[in-house]
């Protein structure tokens, strides 16, 4: 079985605070996917990310970074300067060898300006 | 950017009605996948399609539930008697494994009264 655990709820910050939205795994299986993703209000899911797991280079992307740390199983996701636009829920998500992803609960950002 | 279309984007049902949820993964892509996600809660494993059938399903999807490719293009979810409790986001998604990520349609909201 495979499990993605976003112990954070909702943060609120202050516009241009950096964030890290924490994401911890579980599976079994030696060849997993690391995602993430955004939905905003509007309701969709946005990808931002997919990372192998055999791959454990860390990854920039404008103000987006992302840090996998295999020993922790740990995926956390940090945006630098954030902006009101980054409102959102993000969400986690784990695929092992079946290919099916499982999705955490969702961490609900909240950026005031 | 290839994208997963639904339709519809929303619909209202009666209780009992059947309901025919619509997606058009990218072409090139072997998995499909049907998420759930009522609102203001995780996004939930419904049912994966591979090779023409059904490869793994969830406990939500029961009987009253069932997938379809009719001709090689839809890939459609049908749910026969719809409940209060059927209410939600319904989201379409395909990957090919060897591909960059999943990726997901853009929901159809159902809302059955």
């Known amino acids: 079985a495979q499990k993605v655990t976003q112990a954070q709820t909702e943060i609120s910050v202050v516009e241009k605070e950096d964030v890290t939205l924490d994401c911890v795994y579980e599976?079994?299986?030696?060849?997993?996917?690391l995602f993430w993703y955004k939905q905003p209000p509007s309701g969709e899911l946005v990808f931002l990310i997919r990372?192998?797991?055999?791959?454990?280079q860390n990854e920039i992307s404008g103000r987006y970074s992302w840090n996998f740390q295999k020993s922790t199983s740990s995926f956390n996701f940090t945006i630098t300067a954030s902006q009101v636009v980054d409102s959102a829920v993000y969400f986690c998500?784990?695929?092992?060898?079946?290919?099916?992803?499982?999705f955490g609960r969702g961490t609900s950002l909240i950026v005031h300006p | 950017e290839p994208e997963v279309t639904q339709t519809p984007s929303h619909q209202v049902t009666q209780m009992g009605q059947e309901v025919i949820l619509r997606c058009v993964p990218i072409?090139?892509?072997?998995?499909f996948y049907w998420y759930r996600q009522i609102l203001g809660q995780k996004v939930e494993f419904l049912v994966s399609?591979?090779?023409?059938?059904?490869?793994?399903k969830s406990e939500i999807f029961d009987d009253q539930f069932s997938v379809e490719r009719p001709d090689g293009s839809n890939f459609t979810l049908k749910i026969r008697s719809t409940k209060l409790e059927d209410s939600a986001m319904y989201f379409c998604?395909?990957?090919?494994?060897?591909?960059?990520?999943?990726?997901f349609g853009e929901g159809s909201w159902l809302t059955v009264v």
């Open positions: 072409s090139n892509h072997l998995y």
């Open positions: 990372r192998n797991s055999f791959d454990e």
């Open positions: 998500a784990l695929a092992g060898g079946s290919y099916i992803p499982t």
């Open positions: 599976t079994r299986d030696t060849t997993y996917y």
């Open positions: 399609f591979y090779n023409n059938e059904i490869s793994e």
């Open positions: 998604a395909s990957w090919t494994a060897s591909g960059n990520t999943i990726y």
